[in-house]
């Protein structure tokens, strides 16, 4: 995300923009003392006409300062500091005033655009040396001592709320970044997640009607052949043989379904929840249950939602590749752990074969939750006595990775 900062302070000077007002608002205040005090002590309509249009194009340049600094800021700054030399010329008056008021503003514009030790004490130079070749061409140059020391005065009054209000600019900015930078992270999660869940559900989807269907059109396919040649008592086995295999990928893709269900966590019980799990893979596949569980502690949602999705997926993979008769489901929370024992009687697997055979991710769903939730998982092949999966990880924690 460092491009998304880098522009955020590329457009420095844009925020800037909120700093016009009260810039403006001294600008017009110094204005219109300079008028009263020049109308009180030496009125020239000439003189305060041409002060007016000098003041107005200042204000003109303030109010456009983004825009103008863009590329070459050092003109602007050279400009600004020639019009307030003017106009302390020509209101002689005032001149101390203008002096005094306009400068330390400039030196403060020239914090925020710069931020550069270097070439905001060099600007301050310039202004400086504007200031004292002002005095020293009125002629005062005997008041140059206190006239300077009340300069450096106000340029620490202005330099100090610039800085400030610059800091107060790039905290902003850097609270914006992050909050984008979060939104952004937030989005992406849910797109993976939403990537994660499609893929599954593609694969559940694969593993049971896809191959399913597949095969009985197979069969049919040989029973039809078996018709043509008047093979009746063939066909007809074909077809038995077919209804039996219909009604297997009807039990897989209803449990599929129902494993894919959406609940909100919060409002279930654990408990009841992997019960259901239970009894709706024993009506689907008729194949026997034993659930040994013991909750003695409080689990997270986050580690419910996926203990109940890696129980589902033990289980159907049980139907699908088993061929078991019999599964053990152990469940014990205690002292805020959590272990979890799936085995079966089938006819076993090939440990080398997990993560090898195309169109076969149930595996490696469950490897990738338990590493989700930081736990530890350990596959034992007990062939002819089938598989043992065992999960270990803590009831109350997992975090998202």
Not at 23 to 33: D, H
Not at 218 to 223: C, G, H, K, N, T
Not at 231 to 240: F, G, L, P, Y
Not at 259 to 279: G, M, P, Q
């Amino acid at each position: 995300m460092k491009w998304l900062q880098r522009n955020r302070f590329n457009d420095l000077p844009d925020a800037m923009f909120n700093a016009r007002v009260p810039s403006m608002m001294w600008v017009l205040f110094i204005y219109i003392i300079s008028m009263l005090v020049q109308i009180l002590y030496e009125p020239s309509i000439i003189s305060l006409a041409f002060f007016s249009g000098l003041m107005l194009l200042h204000g003109s340049l303030i109010w456009h300062f983004p825009l103008l600094t863009e590329k070459h800021p050092w003109v602007y700054f050279l400009i600004q500091g020639l019009i307030i030399q003017v106009c302390a010329l020509i209101m002689y008056q005032a001149a101390f005033l203008l002096l005094l008021g306009m400068y330390p503003v400039l030196t403060g514009q020239s914090v925020g655009k710069y931020n550069h030790r270097i070439k905001m004490i060099l600007m301050s130079a310039l202004y400086y040396g504007l200031y004292v070749a002002t005095l020293l061409l009125m002629g005062q140059s005997e008041i140059l001592i206190l006239m300077s020391i009340l300069y450096m005065m106000m340029v620490f009054v202005f330099v100090s709320f610039a800085g400030l209000y610059l800091k107060q600019v790039k905290a902003r900015i850097r609270t914006q970044a992050f909050l984008e930078e979060l939104e952004l992270a937030h989005r992406k999660v849910k797109e993976l997640t939403l990537a994660n869940e499609r893929q599954r559900m593609a694969r559940d989807l694969h593993d049971t009607l896809a191959q399913g269907l597949a095969g009985i059109v197979m069969q049919l396919d040989a029973a039809d052949a078996h018709l043509m040649k008047g093979n009746s008592k063939r066909a007809h086995e074909i077809v038995q043989h077919s209804m039996g295999h219909a009604k297997k990928t009807l039990s897989e893709a209803r449990l599929a379904i129902d494993n894919l269900r959406s609940k909100a966590f919060v409002t279930i019980d654990f408990s009841d929840a992997v019960r259901e799990e239970v009894e709706r893979f024993k009506k689907a596949t008729g194949i026997q249950v034993v659930l040994d569980m013991r909750v003695d502690g409080g689990i997270s949602e986050l580690v419910m939602e996926h203990m109940l999705h890696i129980i589902g997926e033990c289980l159907t993979n049980v139907a699908r590749h088993a061929e078991a008769r019999q599964v053990w489901v152990y469940i014990r929370i205690e002292d805020e752990n959590l272990e979890l024992e799936v085995k079966d009687d089938g006819k076993g697997i090939d440990l080398n074969q997990i993560g090898n055979m195309s169109g076969h991710y149930g595996l490696i769903g469950i490897k990738e939750r338990v590493r989700i939730l930081g736990g530890s998982l350990n596959i034992t092949n007990n062939v002819p006595q089938g598989t043992l999966i065992k999960i270990d990880t803590v009831a109350e924690g997992g975090e998202c990775s």
